[in-house]
């Protein structure tokens, strides 16, 4: 089992790195040529920039039982697909039951920029999201131990 981080604007790299280290299972920071993003007691794979590079790298990688670790609801659909379990930063575990509902609303977003209105962007982020964030991963890695 690996983690897999698809690190671009990733704020939880190193909380990441700290919980897996724990549970000694190794963790692949994947990013672009733009967020190069280097950490001790990480492989980091970088690729060039373009749309969704790092998206399709990652999804070649991921195998059954992994964990992926991103907030693009598309990417985490794709990993779900692979048998990965898929959480975003703020520790929301994406599932079969969830997806729909999310990709449904990243429809309805993008749908609204493409008509010249910007949604509400996300608030900053809090430490309560760290926390859940922590919980969840670390409540996953129990199971798979």
Do not use: W
């Not at 964990?67 to 975003?88: E, P, W």
């Not at 039951?97 to 920029?113: G, T, V």
């Not at 919980?135 to 996953?140: M, Q």
């Amino acid at each position: 089992m690996n983690v897999l981080i698809d690190a671009d604007g990733c704020p939880v790299v190193d909380l990441t790195l700290q919980i897996a280290k724990q549970f000694g299972i190794p963790v692949i920071i994947l990013c672009d040529t733009s967020h190069q993003i280097e950490r001790e007691g990480a492989q980091t794979l970088v690729f060039d920039k373009g749309a969704d590079s790092v998206d399709f790298a990652l999804v070649n990688r991921v195998k059954p039982g992994d964990i992926v670790v991103t907030q693009d609801y598309g990417l985490a659909s794709m990993c779900l697909a692979r048998c990965a379990r898929v959480l975003n930063q703020n520790g929301l575990e994406y599932t079969a039951d969830n997806m729909d509902a999310l990709m449904l609303r990243r429809y309805e977003n993008k749908k609204l920029l493409r008509a010249g209105k910007h949604p509400k962007g996300s608030a900053k982020r809090t430490k309560e999201q760290g926390m859940k964030f922590s919980e969840t991963l670390k409540k996953i890695l129990n199971c798979k131990h």
